[in-house]
């Protein structure tokens, strides 16, 4: 299963595009609970660093999402890609720095995460458990 759309740098359309890789998840019915929980932490977090840090809110600007699943080792690739061009740096633990924790929580919450210039890709292993409703 494959999925990409991209959006302009602007609040509105980040929220909108957010919630259309949720409902494409929900729709894809792959995801328990948790994991869904998890992917829309790093959804939220990747396309704000790509607004924030890559495209540095210039509204024309494009942040892409491609987003595929494979089946036989349930395995979700994310990719978030901006019109940045300066490397990007997972960050050492930060003390009490009120920034620079994002990419960190994101590595935790995936099982593989890679960066380039202006791209960022993650791999998750989803659970092989039930799909709960009740968290
Ligand atoms: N898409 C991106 N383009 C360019 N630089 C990036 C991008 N994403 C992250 N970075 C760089 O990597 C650093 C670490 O990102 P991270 O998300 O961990 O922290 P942050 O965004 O600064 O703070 P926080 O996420 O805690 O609000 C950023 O400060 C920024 O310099
Ligand atoms: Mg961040």
């Known amino acids: 299963m494959k999925w990409r759309k991209q959006a302009s740098s602007t609040l509105s359309s980040l929220k909108s595009l957010r919630k259309d890789v949720m409902d494409t998840l929900a729709s894809w019915n792959i995801c ?17 660093n790509a607004v924030k840090h890559g495209n540095r809110w210039q509204e024309e600007k494009k942040v892409k999402v ?3 699943y494979l089946p036989a080792a349930r395995n ?8 940045g ?4 740096m997972v960050k ?3 003390g009490m720095e009120e920034e620079g924790r994002g990419l960190m929580v994101v590595e ?3 099982n593989k995460l890679t960066v380039g210039r202006g791209r960022v890709w ?6 092989n458990e039930e799909k709960s ?3």
């Open 32 to 48: 328990s609970e948790d994991d869904q929980f998890a992917l829309e932490v790093v959804i939220l977090e990747l396309l704000s």
């Open 92 to 94: 050492e633990a930060v």
């Open 133 to 135: 409703t009740n968290r």
């Open 122 to 127: 993650v791999r998750k292993e989803l659970r």
């Open 66 to 68: 491609n987003m595929r």
């Open 108 to 110: 935790a919450l995936c």
């Open 76 to 83: 979700l690739i994310l990719l978030v890609c901006d019109e």
């Open 85 to 88: 061009t300066g490397p990007i």
